[in-house]
């Protein structure tokens, strides 16, 4: 499931930030991902909420290269 979207113009990516297995975290790996918001807790974890998959490409955090690697510098 999706937690945030933003849409960034000055490179015209959309981004969302989404929790996925360690397994599939690869940057520039490809996966399905759920695309909306939970329906809340108690919901059961194999319950299909009738959300739309979407494909996405694993993106490292900070998606910004000069914050991944100027404010993690020390």
Not at 19 to 37: K, M, N, S, Y
Not at 59 to 68: G, I, K, Q, V
């Amino acid at each position: 499931m999706t937690f945030y979207s933003a849409i960034i113009a000055p490179v015209g990516t959309m981004l969302s930030l989404v929790l996925i297995d360690r397994d599939h975290a690869e940057p520039g790996r490809q996966v399905e991902v759920v695309w909306g918001d939970h329906p809340g807790p108690g919901t059961d974890p194999e319950a299909d909420p009738g959300l739309p998959r979407i494909r996405a490409r694993v993106a490292p955090s900070p998606f910004d290269a000069y914050a991944r690697e100027k404010y993690r510098a020390d």
